[in-house]
């Protein structure tokens, strides 16, 4: 009889019931009797773990009766319907190869572990439960967004990393250098004094991209259509459980489109990707409400299944008034002029409209230049699309499309136009209306599983002091 290599999503989905199957992975547990041995395996395909019945008439029984958790193997023997509970179904072993062992001093016991100890064993910990689930869903998603932008018909663009600009003016950036910053005596210098980049590689000041979004809209004024999905760095010193120095985004830009078409795009991905994760991650979901979030699923088709409500700032910060004339107690003023922070933001997703929000026309004050400015001359066309939970998970804007208004922007908060001359050229040169938003992936991640810490989201996290 032929023998089938599947993995252990197969094997459950398929469930090839009386046929000779090689099931491989890691071992979870051994349970030894006398007569036979129960051995859990999990190759990282499913949260289901399979059990192996080995008998110890087996060649190597006794090899594999002391493996410890941990130890890799490879099981041909025949799928039959389980008589256990838990699983439908079950191998009984034929065959069993060890492809690697484990000593006792391996750091994942069957004992659970907190999350900050796996924190620094990042190359162990996809072999969890937990983190298993994690990633199986954090691939999902990226399936779903590569999915949804094209069935929209835009094109997948694959931003720079490697940059002149800084596309967000707030300075916090990491340099790209071949010049030798150890010896600062030996950097080669101008006539002022200061360090001479016109010797380094790429001739210029360079730093790595804290957004793909201003080639994006090249792309889009050409294309109709773009979206980026790549990683950004950012050298903010913000050592905090939401923030990352590397991670990525999903940054769509559309020529044609006003504010309200972006928010309906954003509307329509976020639920594209809710409705991705209900329908193919139940197992995982399932899991990670058990022990993380208890409402994870319930919060997440609340979301799907909503009708998202709009209003402009200026209406939020007259809600929130109200609120705190009326008892609400907010740690951040809620002024107009003022940022709506995460607590504002879950107020009016949890508390006032128990609805995801859409927030538009913020104060220009502490808004990207970009920005297209409205006819009142305080706020600018940008929008965050706020969740339960979280708070903002979206944010995006009309882009300012006038040249003039963009050169005064610039000027109001000191960006040089040096080394955006292309980037206004895009407006003396067949200007047209545009707009785009961007969503942290890491973010959506975390909102997507319950994880209260974004290190737990990213396969490898880069943050300040930490680089494992």
Same mark, same amino acid.
């Given at each position: ?57 087996? #060649?190597?029984?006794? *090899?594999?009766? +002391?493996?410890?958790? !941990? /130890?890799? @193997?490879?099981? %041909? ?114 006539? #002022?004094?200061?360090? *001479?980049?016109? +010797?380094?590689?790429? !001739? /210029?000041? @360079?730093?790595? %991209? ?114 705190? #004339? ?15 922070? %995460? ?126």
């Amino acid at each position: 009889m032929s023998v089938k290599k599947l993995t252990l999503k197969k094997i459950f989905t398929q469930e090839p019931v009386g046929e000779i199957v090689l099931a491989q992975g890691w071992i979870r547990s051994v349970r030894n009797s006398k007569e036979f041995s129960f051995v859990v395996i999990n190759d990282g395909t499913t949260q289901n773990n399979l059990q192996v019945i080995v008998n110890n008439n087996l #060649e190597n029984y006794e *090899d594999i009766s +002391k493996l410890l958790t !941990g /130890a890799c @193997v490879g099981i %041909t023997g025949k799928l039959v319907a389980s008589q256990g509970k838990g699983q439908s179904v079950e191998l009984h072993a034929e065959k069993a190869v060890i492809y690697g062992g484990v000593p006792e001093d391996y750091p994942l016991q069957k004992k659970g572990t907190t999350l900050e100890f796996l924190r620094d064993i990042p190359h162990l910990r996809p072999r969890t439960n937990t983190f298993g689930a994690v990633f199986r869903i954090r691939h999902q998603l990226a399936q779903a967004t590569h999915r949804f932008f094209s069935g929209e018909g835009y094109y997948y663009l694959n931003s720079p990393l490697i940059t002149a600009n800084d596309g967000e003016g707030a300075g916090e950036m990491f340099n790209v250098t071949t010049l030798n910053i150890s010896k600062p005596d030996l950097l080669p210098k101008t006539k #002022e004094g200061k360090t *001479d980049f016109a +010797k380094d590689f790429f !001739g /210029a000041p @360079v730093n790595l %991209t804290v957004t793909g979004q201003l080639e994006g809209e090249a792309f889009a004024m050409a294309l109709g259509g773009i979206y980026t999905f790549g990683p950004t760095f950012r050298a903010e010193n913000s050592n905090t459980p939401r923030h990352l120095s590397e991670f990525w985004m999903v940054e769509p830009e559309v020529a044609f489109f006003d504010l309200e078409d972006t928010a309906d795009l954003a509307t329509r991905y976020l639920k594209h990707m809710i409705g991705e994760v209900l329908n193919n991650c139940r197992d995982d979901l399932e899991f990670l409400q058990k022990f993380y979030k208890k409402d994870l699923i319930e919060t997440l088709e609340h979301v799907h299944q909503a009708e998202f409500k709009r209003i402009t700032y200026t209406e939020a910060i007259d809600i929130l008034q109200k609120a705190k #004339e009326a008892g609400e107690q907010f740690q951040f003023p809620c002024d107009w002029g003022s940022d709506l922070q %995460t607590e504002h933001e879950r107020f009016l997703t949890e508390k006032h409209f128990n609805l995801p929000v859409i927030v538009t026309d913020y104060p220009k004050s502490f808004k990207a230049f970009y920005m297209k400015q409205n006819a009142d001359g305080k706020t600018v066309r940008a929008m965050d699309i706020l969740v339960p939970g979280v708070g903002e998970i979206i944010g995006g804007s009309q882009r300012e499309d006038d040249y003039q208004k963009l050169i005064s922007a610039m000027k109001e908060k000191n960006i040089p136009e040096e080394g955006l001359e292309w980037y206004l050229n895009l407006r003396r040169f067949g200007s047209a209306p545009h707009s785009g938003f961007g969503l942290g992936f890491e973010r959506a991640v975390m909102y997507m599983t319950g994880m209260t810490n974004i290190r737990d989201v990213i396969p490898f996290p880069r943050t300040p002091n930490n680089c494992k």
